[in-house]
């Protein structure tokens, strides 16, 4: 059984920082895209950027583009969002997900995507 566990968010000043982890069990990461999702009160969930393991090729929403990282670890069981220069627009539950494969042109559609976690709140405020 695939499950994906989010952790790391929390509440953080605008300007600051913040990484999410992302920790599969039943799965490993190496030969798949990873996407990271968030999802604002009141808004659908969108992507914000893709990963490809394959080539570390990296899609990312021009709203993240510059401030916004991905990475892995070396086991490939644990993918780290690093989120730099936090607006109070990044406000979100952010949610990663995962697929066999590279990221595609359409990589911010979630059907793209077959595993997702639970998802974790991240809170940008003075």
């Known amino acids: 059984q695939v499950q994906l566990v989010e952790s790391g968010g929390g509440l953080v000043r605008p300007g600051g920082s913040l990484r999410l982890s992302c920790t599969a069990s039943g799965y490993t990461l190496d030969y798949s895209r990873i996407g990271w999702f968030r999802q604002a009160p009141g808004k659908g969930r969108e992507g914000v950027l893709c990963?490809?393991?394959?080539?570390?090729?990296?899609y990312y929403a021009d709203s993240v583009k510059g401030r916004f990282a991905v990475f892995t670890d070396n086991l490939w069981k644990t993918v780290y969002l690093e989120m730099n220069n936090l607006k109070p627009d990044d406000t979100a539950v952010y949610y990663c997900?995962?697929?066999?494969?590279?990221?595609?042109?359409?990589?911010?559609?979630?059907?793209?995507?077959?595993?997702w976690g639970q998802g974790i709140q991240v809170t940008v405020s003075s």
């Open positions: 997900a995962v697929e066999p494969g590279f990221c595609p042109p359409i990589w911010h559609l979630e059907h793209e995507y077959q595993y």
């Open positions: 990963f490809s393991s394959h080539d570390s090729s990296t």
